[in-house]
C-alpha cells in the first residue's frame, strides 16, 4: 500500500519532482515523509501542509491511501 504526495511551487523546484509515491509504513508522519523525501533536510520556515486537501501539522500521522501536499505559504496582495 501506499501514499500520494504532491509537491508545489519552490517545493517541487527544490527536490526537483512534483510528485511521488512512498510505500505506507505504521507511524509514518508529514514530517517523516518530508525528511525522507529531502534526504533529511529540514523542512523550510512556515511550509505548509495538508493530507485529503485538509491542513496538517508536521506531527499528523498518515493512513494507508492518504494523500499529502507539501506546499509554501501563499501569500497576496
Excluded: H
Excluded at 501514499?3 to 509504513?25: C, H, M, P, V
Excluded at 529531502?38 to 523542512?43: E, F, I, R
Excluded at 520556515?45 to 506531527?59: F, L, Q
Amino acid at each position: 500500500m501506499s501514499i500520494q504526495i504532491k509537491l508545489f511551487a519552490s517545493l517541487a523546484e527544490s527536490l526537483q519532482r512534483r510528485e511521488a509515491t512512498l510505500d505506507f509504513e505504521q507511524g509514518m508522519t508529514v514530517g517523516s515523509v518530508w525528511s525522507n523525501l529531502s534526504a533529511g533536510a529540514d523542512a523550510p520556515d512556515e511550509i505548509m501542509a495538508a493530507i485529503n486537501m485538509a491542513y496538517c501539522e508536521m506531527e499528523t500521522q498518515l493512513q494507508d491511501g492518504d494523500e499529502l501536499a507539501f506546499f509554501p505559504p501563499v501569500t497576496g496582495g
